[in-house]
């Protein structure tokens, strides 16, 4: 089975902190996703990656930016973190972008004080 | 507007009883159709996938069907059990886009 692992499941950081999600997944895919889940809103994609080293803006970039060094590993980052980016932050990995289903890691509550 | 909307927000069953549970898309060209099931505190994991070409696809007590001309699509739960309390999330692919439902929340209850 595929596994997606989040470095953390609770974190809690301050306003202007900056702050780092990790995210390794072990089937070799190509593709992997950052993003951020709001009660009401659904899941928004905030950064993809199609390869090593190569990343893409999703719907809401803003105050986030990525790391892609290694195949397995995909981290968002947080340059200043704000309250309004308290959320559940999900990572995602998949073969193809399209037609696969994603595999999904269990997610990170960030909390920003 | 959310491109992809869900309904019920919220539902809550009777142990055994079956439910339906809607969703309704805008999304265009259509590419594919899953849904996902999300227990709480966990990342949500595929349940069914269908492309234009298929208007149903079981999985085990799961049943989801498509009609891409109304742009809708729902999702059956047969005999439901307590574990089948979660947030079932609706997402449609077009092209390299993916937009995803807020999702239903279902409590079985004993």
């Known amino acids: 089975d595929v596994k997606v692992t989040q470095s953390s499941r609770y974190l809690v950081k301050r306003t202007g902190e900056k702050v780092f999600l990790e995210c390794v997944q072990d089937m070799d895919h190509e593709n992997m996703f950052w993003y951020r889940q709001d009660p009401g809103l659904g899941l928004r994609l905030i950064y993809f990656?199609?390869?090593?080293?190569?990343?893409e803006k999703g719907d809401i970039p803003e105050g986030y930016s990525v790391s892609r060094e290694k195949k397995e590993r995909f981290s968002l980052i947080l340059e200043s973190a704000s309250t309004n980016q308290t959320s559940m932050y999900l990572c995602a990995s998949s073969f193809l972008f399209r037609g696969q289903p994603q595999h999904f890691g269990d997610g990170t509550r960030l909390s920003i004080l | 507007k959310n491109q992809v909307e869900q309904s019920p927000q919220s539902l809550i069953i009777l142990e055994g009883k079956n439910c339906t549970l809607q969703?309704?898309?805008?999304?265009?060209?259509?590419?594919?159709l899953r849904w996902y099931k999300q227990d709480t505190g966990r990342g949500p994991v595929s349940l069914t996938i269908?492309?234009?070409?298929?208007n149903t696809k079981s999985n085990g007590r799961y049943t989801a069907t498509l009609d891409a001309d109304t742009k809708q699509s729902s999702l059956h739960i047969t005999a439901s059990q307590l574990s089948d309390s979660a947030s079932y999330i609706c997402v449609v692919s077009a092209n390299n886009d993916m937009r995803f439902g807020a999702g239903t929340r279902l409590t079985v209850k004993p």
């Open positions: 990656s199609y390869d090593v080293k190569m990343k």
């Open positions: 969703c309704n898309y805008t999304v265009s060209p259509f590419s594919n």
């Open positions: 269908m492309t234009f070409s298929e």
